[in-house]
């Protein structure tokens, strides 16, 4: 089910009336049923973490991501690995005959065990931290325009991330911090764009509704950023800019705060009032 859910959903091409369905009943229900254990094989390690990111359950992907017990790549951790195995169990068993061997060159026959040197079941991690986690996607080709929308979770996963990609246009860098309660600032969001290159910056309120108690603090280092089309900040504006608060729904049903901005350096902070 985690297989052919998250296939489905990635290649868009579930209709708008069933993603609901195909989402909570079949795809989230199969992994809490489970424990938050990833059952499925090479083919689905690409999709499942980014599309429960990208669908709105970014909270369950972080509890599969973080599991520690069989199977995971929290258990592969506890056994030593230190590369991407090729199953879960890294021992042949019955759905894993093997190819036998060439006696030529190895000496003799037989089923092979799988490698320990394997990309395919958690390359999908690798790109679900890059695109999820610190935010960074391209938005076209050669990273002409790019998106900067971390999903950050109220309560779990870790409280900050730094993240950074070489385009051949140049770095970009994002860089976040979750606050824990009693701070008045609750998500800051660092960002670097290099030149050439146009970025939309997504600041997640994390569940501030518009109207609500949630203002956003913008810092400009250097660069200039706009807001509707309008100008919000330039390079001699080094303070503080406050606006009132616009909501832009995710798919999660949260509320974040969206910029466009050219090459430049700039801090967002969603904070409260008082």
């Not at 499925?40 to 369950?60: I, M, R």
């Not at 810092?219 to 200039?224: K, M, Q, T, Y």
Request: charged share 15%; proline share 6%.
């Amino acid at each position: 089910m985690q297989a052919l859910s998250s296939i489905a959903l990635g290649a868009d091409a579930v209709p708008k009336y069933l993603r609901a369905t195909v989402l909570g009943q079949g795809f989230v229900d199969d992994i809490t049923k489970r424990g938050y254990h990833a059952v499925g094989g090479s083919t689905a390690a690409k999709w499942v973490l980014p599309q429960l990111s990208a669908n709105g359950e970014h909270d369950v992907a972080l509890k599969l991501a973080a599991q520690t017990t069989y199977p995971s790549f929290g258990w592969w951790l506890s056994q030593g690995a230190t590369t991407c195995w090729e199953s879960w169990s890294g021992v042949q068993d019955g759905s894993h005959p093997g190819t036998p061997q060439s006696a030529p060159l190895w000496g003799g026959g037989g089923p092979n065990n799988p490698t320990h040197n394997h990309i395919f079941l958690c390359g999908g991690a690798g790109e679900w931290m890059y695109h999820s986690l610190g935010g960074i996607a391209p938005a076209s080709a050669g990273y002409a325009t790019v998106t900067i929308a971390p999903k950050i979770s109220k309560t779990l996963g870790p409280s900050s991330v730094a993240a950074s990609v070489q385009t051949v246009r140049g770095l970009v860098k994002s860089n976040w911090t979750r606050h824990e309660k009693g701070s008045r600032c609750f998500v800051q969001l660092a960002v670097s764009v290099p030149v050439g290159m146009h970025a939309t910056i997504d600041l997640p309120l994390l569940g501030r509704a518009p109207g609500a108690v949630a203002v956003e603090e913008v810092e400009v280092a250097h660069g200039a950023l706009w807001r509707d089309g309008a100008a919000t900040g330039r390079a001699a504006s080094l303070g503080w800019l406050r606006a009132p608060p616009r909501a832009a729904a995710e798919a999660g049903g949260g509320h974040v705060l969206r910029l466009e901005t050219a090459a430049g350096e700039f801090t967002l902070r969603g904070c409260d009032e008082n």
